[in-house]
């Protein structure tokens, strides 16, 4: 295998020949832009998790190589064309190969065996997916955070690089959008000419007067801004000697040309340097530094606060909350806490990233920045999380006001929210992240705001929510992704779901196309399904799901746990709840008497008990948990749920959960003798119901489908 700088070289070699620039157009149209008719569906997005596919890391690094030398913009012939594109793809994998061969080089099955030897903890080990790792932030996330992000920084940027914050925004929209135009027109355009003049590489440019056209903004606004992030002409990259080296091109990722047009090849790039490269300006500034590092902490704070105030409501959010000892000595500070019901979340937020130093796989420094983006953020956590419900202290919200602990907390989940792009977030998390196991506080919830954003966009409910993360967190040592898009995504379309038996789940960057559709339609306007087909949809216009969202928003603790049981159920499981509703629901509004369905479910060690009349509230309590725990005790279950509605309208009148470790008890034994056993399925309930009371064929099907008796349950009968 050759070595990582002899392929470096040749690349390098190869990106100065001339006309090089047309092959990372090509690179950039083919594996950057989305194609689609009408609607925008998953599938269109599927070329971006190809293996052929080039990172945009691999094309910013060929662009790099590119302007180490005078850049010659000569069309190269077909010919030559193609054995560039072949030559450059054959080089970079080449070069992948090499930077994973540590991943693999010290996996000696006999060395593993025989000493405490754990290979995973190299931290040399981290360049590969460090630089492999792809975005796991939204275009449109860089472009309006960045508002929000330098907001308090005006000043400062008006006086020093001469626009604020939210003219740069409008800037680079704008040449987004004309990006989309032009590379469409280009493209379509080739029809018109010869093949040897095809290039996307037109499509790639523009000048100051285009931009102001389609967007209205001054020119000597857009002037400004482009010079900020357009390289200088004698620029030559000359630090840039290795994949994990600064590529200047990252910070300034447009060129100018002759001619005066400038020259953007990824959009993708511009909007990452505007959410970052302005906090790198301030930085050098040595009389601002310390301005500008207060105002990025109070950005990441503030952003998470709003984003789950979305989710839970102010009344359950509180910020920068202090935790005091009887003598008012501060004993821990949190930056956002959550409470609700029996459950807790503490975050905490940073504002460090991966340094320089870092990505080149510099061991000292990834260990230390890794400390303190992350470790030192889950120690406080754990710290606050230790003293959150003692008694002997008290929480202090950002006013004074003394915080009351309404109820024991049940659970508690630390989140470590990091507010840039931390390269390979998760692979450093799962093998260098120390933390305690405790079945009162969770498993930690490492991320960057751009996850936060997505979880608090798709799961707008606190039930929602804290059921996804509550299984995110449990699944910690069996999940493996890419990034937390990727898991997001697979929870809203498949429901998070690992069995006990599983060691481990993998899940590939591909899932996260359903997600990608639906946030591009909120956010961009774009036309598609805003709503991934999957948990969020399946239950909608259900009995069952009509019961979720009457208790989506309570904190009431067994409301809570009734609701991590009803959005576990799975899809027949669904199924056959949702009849079983309709069923007592039908019976008692038609006879008027009682009637009750019961459901058991081994894998989750529960049940739920449905029962549906019109006693009075304290009667049909009583006889509600008498019920639940006998069929709690039958089954041997550990958790067990009870529904009463009402037999008028099918609303909730009241739950009831029971969660203990199932022991024998002589008393339970005598109790269920003789008991009726549940029936196997809702058909078998319907089955037994018409006995008692006759269902015509031609009659609605009691189970609630709105199809005729003979069209539904009947004929399931006689399957």
Not at 496 to 502: A, G, P, R, V
Not at 515 to 526: K, Q
Not at 577 to 596: E, F, P, T
């Amino acid at each position: 295998m050759r070595s990582e700088q002899d392929i470096f070289e040749d690349l390098s070699l190869l990106c100065r020949l001339p006309g090089f620039a047309h092959v990372i157009a090509y690179f950039c149209y083919r594996d950057n832009f989305v194609r689609y008719n009408d609607d925008l569906k998953s599938e269109d997005l599927q070329h971006l998790s190809s293996p052929s596919r080039l990172l945009r890391t691999e094309i910013a690094t060929l662009i790099g190589l590119m302007i180490k030398g005078e850049v010659d913009y000569t069309l190269p012939p077909p010919i030559i064309f193609q054995q560039y594109i072949d030559r450059a793809e054959g080089l970079l994998e080449e070069m992948h190969r090499v930077l994973a061969e540590p991943l693999f080089a010290d996996f000696d099955k006999k060395k593993l065996e025989t000493s405490d030897c754990n290979p995973a903890v190299k931290w040399s080990m981290l360049r590969e997916p460090i630089f492999y790792n792809g975005e796991s932030a939204y275009t449109f996330q860089y472009r309006d955070f960045s508002a929000k992000k330098y907001a308090a920084d005006t000043s400062w940027l008006k006086q020093n690089k001469g626009f604020a914050i939210d003219s740069a925004r409008e800037v680079v929209g704008a040449i987004g959008k004309l990006h989309e135009q032009k590379v469409h027109s280009t493209h379509v355009g080739m029809s018109q000419i010869s093949r040897d003049e095809w290039t996307i590489l037109p499509g790639l440019m523009f000048t100051i007067q285009e931009i102001a056209g389609i967007s209205g903004i001054d020119e000597s606004q857009i002037e400004a801004v482009l010079d900020a992030f357009t390289l200088p002409a004698e620029e030559r990259n000359q630090h840039f000697n290795s994949v994990n080296d600064f590529n200047v091109t990252t910070a300034k990722p447009m060129l100018r040309m002759a001619s005066g047009e400038f020259l953007l090849f990824q959009d993708y790039s511009l909007l990452e340097a505007l959410y970052e490269s302005p906090f790198y300006w301030m930085s050098g500034d040595k009389s601002y530094v310390n301005t500008a590092m207060e105002n990025r902490g109070r950005f990441t704070e503030g952003f998470c606060q709003e984003r789950l105030e979305l989710v839970f409501g102010k009344k359950y959010v509180f910020p920068n909350v202090k935790i005091l000892k009887p003598k008012h000595e501060t004993v821990g500070e949190i930056d956002i806490l959550i409470l609700f019901g029996d459950r807790a979340i503490i975050l905490q937020a940073k504002s460090k990233r991966l340094t320089l130093e870092a990505r080149k796989g510099n061991d000292l420094r990834i260990k230390e920045d890794f400390k303190k983006a992350i470790q030192h953020s889950y120690d406080q956590g754990l710290h606050c999380a230790k003293h959150l419900d003692d008694s002997q202290f008290k929480l202090v919200d950002s006013t004074g006001q003394e915080i009351p602990l309404s109820c024991n907390l049940k659970e508690i989940y630390i989140f470590c929210v990091v507010s840039d792009h931390y390269p390979a977030l998760n692979y450093q998390v799962r093998h260098f992240l120390s933390f305690e196991s405790n079945p009162h506080i969770l498993p930690p919830f490492v991320m960057d705001i751009f996850t936060l954003d997505a979880m608090t966009e798709m799961l707008q409910s606190p039930l929602y929510f804290l059921s996804y993360i509550n299984r995110r967190v449990s699944y910690a040592e069996k999940l493996h992704a890419p990034n937390e898009l990727t898991t997001l995504s697979f929870h809203l379309t498949h429901n998070l779901w690992i069995k006990n038996d599983l060691t481990v789940i993998s899940l590939s960057g591909d899932i996260s196309s359903e997600l990608d559709v639906a946030m591009a339609v909120r956010r961009e306007g774009v036309m598609g399904r805003s709503t991934p087909d999957g948990i969020l949809t399946r239950l909608k216009s259900t009995e069952l799901g009509r019961i979720v969202k009457e208790i989506e928003t309570e904190p009431h603790p067994d409301v809570i746990d009734l609701g991590f049981f009803l959005l576990s159920i799975g899809e027949d499981g669904a199924i056959d709840v949702n009849r079983g509703i309709s069923l007592v629901v039908s019976r008692a509004r038609l006879d008027g008497k009682h009637h009750d369905a019961t459901f058991g479910f081994d894998d989750a060690e529960s049940g739920i008990t449905i029962h549906c009349n019109k006693f009075p509230a304290s009667l049909a309590a009583d006889h509600l948990r008498n019920h639940c725990e006998k069929r709690k005790y039958s089954r041997k279950a550990k958790t067990w749920f009870g529904l009463c509605l009402s037999p008028v309208d099918g609303s909730l009148r009241f739950t009831l959960g029971l969660n203990s470790k199932w022991e024998q008890n002589s008393q339970m034994d005598e109790a269920i003798k003789g008991a009726p056993k549940p029936y196997a399925s809702v058909v078998d309930a319907i089955k037994a119901e018409n006995t008692k009371l006759k269902t015509g064929r031609n009659d609605p099907c009691p189970c609630g489908s709105g199809k005729k008796y003979k069209k539904c349950c009947q004929n399931r009968q006689r399957r």
